[in-house]
């Protein structure tokens, strides 16, 4: 235990004895994501990893950053706070194997009002949960005590990832080609984007978020908080499969900003609407805030996590190749000549 104290800045409102209980909480879960690449331990001032390059030939890192943004409202609203991990690397590495990567390593960063080390730890977890549906390791992070600037009972959780990929397999837009085929991942929900407008359609924080809602078989504060799907192992797979031309992860700016990311120009992505398996989630956020389809498409995934471009003639293996990792993926429309965009049909 370290011997660090500081009885005047804890009259500040910082207490680092708190800290180290935190790490200590959080080691067992970090433990769960270590890989055969990790070389130091947590508590080092950074975190060290050889990657395994066998069969890369020109080895490029890709890296993403993001944050769970104010889904962690409802954290709050619930005191619920071991599934915004989740959320937080799913944000990032979901990005990161867009391009073809392997994600290799992730770094949390949890800002706070008051150190309370086991709610700390329960952060944490989720963030050690994500790394291990995702295969990558936790090798570090931050806590920062920041009273004054953070309400006591209130934080910020961000993260930052790095992967591989041989330059060889990077998906690029470029390799689409009018004909391919677009191949729908379904989502878990809300995910992590468009919270500003879900609190403000269902006034959560007047709302009694643990009332069961029929149209969702269970209360709407846990269908909120569901975390972000991690994709990675059924990406990589597909992948693997061979076919798979470049992928959209929908985020925040739905459709209509994420899937023209993975296109060249001169391409546009025609999709079919009524094969898009939307959940009643959405339908239920349109229907109580009024909200036009065409913003909803625009802010929401609605029920698509991953938008796959791919050779027509190999969809078959692909779709059976995120199956077989559990995902429920359709093909929901094509390519077209057109301008880069989105078009609903």
């Known amino acids: 235990m370290s011997k660090s104290f500081s009885e005047s800045y804890r009259a500040a409102g910082v207490d680092v004895t708190a800290g180290y209980r935190a790490v200590d909480l ?70 990161v194997v867009c391009c073809g990567a392997k994600p290799l390593l992730f ?13 700390v730890a329960e952060i944490v977890s989720g963030v050690a949960e994500g790394c291990v549906q995702a295969g990558c390791a936790l090798v570090g992070g931050e806590t920062a005590e920041m009273p004054g600037f953070y309400p006591e009972d209130e934080y ?26 677009l191949i729908a991942v379904a989502s878990s ?28 078989g269970r209360p709407l504060g846990e269908t909120l908080l569901t975390p972000t799907r991690i994709y990675v192992k059924a990406a990589l797979a597909a992948i693997a499969a061979g076919g798979v031309r470049s992928i959209a992860h929908i985020t925040g700016g739905g459709f209509y900003e994420n899937i023209p990311r993975a296109l060249p120009e001169g391409l546009c992505a025609r999709i079919e609407k009524k094969a ?33 471009v791919a050779e027509k003639e190999r969809a078959d293996g692909i779709l059976a190749a995120l199956r ?21 049909w």
């Open 26 to 95: 959080m080691k067992r879960h970090v433990a769960r994501t270590r890989t055969p690449e990790v070389l130091d331990t947590i508590g080092g001032f950074g975190g060290m990893m050889m990657p395994d390059l066998t069969g890369i030939q020109k080895p490029v890192l890709v890296s993403g950053t993001d944050g769970v943004g104010t889904k962690l409202k409802l954290a709050f609203l619930l005191d619920k706070h071991d599934t915004v991990g989740i959320d937080c690397v799913a944000m990032c590495v979901n990005d």
């Open 107 to 119: 770094l949390d960063y949890i800002a706070l009002g008051k150190n309370v080390p086991e709610r």
């Open 156 to 181: 910020d959780l961000a993260g930052f990832s790095v992967g591989i990929v041989d330059q060889s397999g990077i998906l690029l837009p470029e390799h689409c080609r009018r004909g391919d085929v």
């Open 189 to 216: 929900g809300v995910h992590s984007n468009g919270f500003s407008l879900v609190r403000k359609v269902f006034d959560v924080e007047h709302a009694d978020l643990n009332a069961y809602q029929a149209e969702l």
């Open 276 to 308: 898009v398996e939307v959940l009643p989630i959405f339908s239920l956020i349109q229907q109580v805030g009024k909200i036009p389809e065409r913003d909803m498409f625009n802010t929401f995934n609605m029920g698509v996590g991953m938008m796959l």
């Open 324 to 344: 077989g990792q559990g995902e429920h993926a359709y093909v929901v429309g094509e390519l077209a000549e057109g301008e880069r965009g989105v078009e609903l």
